[in-house]
């Protein structure tokens, strides 16, 4: 049977089963909606790369001191009254009481302080101002972190240390202040998908000029959800990395509406000719319809093919993704057709009594191009030079500290460490992890070099062996500055 003859029969059965149609299309939206929630829930939020020095040292910490690893410390801050420092009477007694609390919110955590070190790297030149790293075990779960950054807060609300707050920040404590604030990745992708289908339906309305430029909004409206509803019980049985869901958002918004352009242009041809709304839907079908199926089916095998990278969360894509253009395929060669063969004519009756030739203003555009083609050229060519130099600094990682909430008392906490002069570095710093339970001479080492605010190893921190190594940059750990820090890092020990 050829590819066409079945495209037809296809068609001819989804128009004699209409109502049948549509309805397990609404049913299987409506449940994506439902579905989102969920779905969401069960990605996966952190990912490493088997084998990488990295994710080895990552996987020894936990290990051996069941905290730390992959998650960011919280930073408890205390900024002192002026006339006070950190050696003032009482404010070593208040600053350990005040992180004994943190530790009894959040169980099995790791503290490093001034309080229980001495050690001056916790403090800021004037003496003011000092933070503590608080190292938390690896929960999991959709927002890893936040809730144990709200326990902290809570934990030392209301208390002060030598009459001064105590505020707490870090980067899930920044994550966590954005979702409150509805600043959070899911807010995010929410206002990206929005701003996306707001300027597709713009663009869609400027060339069809009718109605129907809302028929491929309304398939990707459908296609999104139900894509959700796809990937859930696969997020639910395995790992499946949290990018799968801006893909779906956002790669999915564009691969739909762009598989239903390609069949009501064709149905726009096709009825100019003088075919009907029935005849019209199944040629258009015969046609780009079998270009839909093959497209996507090309997608989804291009996707799929990341499963044969080792690497764990490129891999969970690959699976995920695949399902993207297959649902979107789907609505296109289904539910479109009925779309098309009921309200099409209607959505469409502006455009059905224009004469099929070529568009006055597309043409215009056409001839100042082709008169001023070297001035196109040029702003085409430092168009696309801007968006490359845009797409160079990408930075793929955790984020900067600053990027994060702008407000709150995680905020405020940050605030309060780059106005002392200590910044942003205790929010991302570097752990070493050394097989001596004598660490004096890398600690040396790494206080030397450039970029290291200070390297500190607590005692209480050497486990079998074992001694563990908190380096401070100068600069965020996530920056490019903080990288460069880090390849120094590695060099020097």
Do not use: C
Request: proline share 5%.
């Amino acid at each position: 049977m050829s590819e066409r003859h079945v495209m037809t029969t296809l068609t001819r059965w989804v128009l004699g089963h209409k109502k049948l149609v549509v309805g397990l299309w609404v049913v299987l939206a409506v449940a994506g909606v439902a579905a989102m929630g969920p779905a969401d829930r069960s990605f996966e939020q952190q990912f490493n790369v088997p084998g990488k020095e990295a994710f080895v040292a990552n996987s020894q910490i936990v290990e051996t001191y069941g905290n730390g690893g992959d998650v960011a410390p919280l930073v408890p801050v205390v900024s002192l009254p002026a006339g006070k420092t950190v050696d003032s009477p009482g404010v070593r007694a208040d600053l350990t009481r005040a992180l004994a609390k943190i530790e009894a919110a959040v169980p099995d955590a790791r503290v490093a302080s001034y309080a229980s070190t001495q050690d001056r790297t916790f403090v800021s030149e004037d003496g003011r101002t000092t933070f503590a790293l608080v190292y938390i075990p690896a929960t999991g779960g959709v927002d890893p972190g936040q809730a144990e950054a709200r326990a902290a807060q809570e934990a030392v609300e209301g208390t002060s240390v030598g009459g001064a707050p105590v505020l707490v920040t870090g980067l899930d404590a920044l994550r966590a202040a954005a979702a409150d604030g509805g600043e959070g990745e899911g807010a995010s992708m929410a206002v990206e998908a929005l701003i996306a289908g707001g300027g597709a339906l713009l663009v869609l309305a400027f060339v069809f000029a009718s109605w129907m430029a809302i028929v491929p909004m309304l398939m990707a409206l459908v296609a999104i959800p139900t894509t959700f509803l796809a990937v859930w019980p696969l997020a639910s049985a395995t790992d499946v990395s949290v990018i799968v869901k801006f893909l779906i958002a956002l790669v999915g918004l564009a691969i739909a509406i762009d598989y239903a352009l390609l069949v009501v242009v064709r149905w726009r041809e096709e009825r100019q000719r003088g075919a009907d709304s029935t005849d019209a839907v199944v040629a258009s079908m015969q046609h780009a319809g079998k270009a839909v199926v093959f497209s996507g089916t090309t997608v989804a095998i291009s996707l799929l093919a990341l499963v044969a990278l080792p690497v764990p969360f490129l891999r969970s894509i690959g699976i995920a993704g695949m399902l993207i253009p297959l649902v979107s395929v789907a609505v296109a060669i289904t539910l479109l057709p009925v779309v098309l063969a009921t309200i099409g004519p209607r959505l469409d009756r502006r455009h059905a009594r224009r004469e099929d030739r070529a568009s006055r203003g597309w043409s215009a555009w056409a001839r100042i191009v082709v008169r001023h083609r070297w001035s196109a050229a040029i702003l085409s060519t430092a168009v696309l030079a801007g968006l490359v130099v845009s797409a160079s600094s990408i930075q793929l990682g955790n984020p900067q500290a600053d990027s994060l909430a702008q407000s709150g008392p995680a905020r405020a906490a940050l605030e309060r460490l780059e106005r002392s002069g200590i910044g942003t570095g205790p929010l991302s710093p570097f752990d070493t992890l050394v097989r001596s339970e004598n660490p004096a001479e890398i600690v040396a080492a790494l206080n030397a070099v450039e970029g290291v605010r200070s390297a500190v190893a607590p005692a209480d921190w050497r486990r079998d062996g074992a001694s563990l190594i908190s380096v401070i940059p100068t600069e965020d750990g996530n920056s490019p500055a903080g990288r460069e820090t880090l390849d120094r890092i590695r060099a020097a020990i």
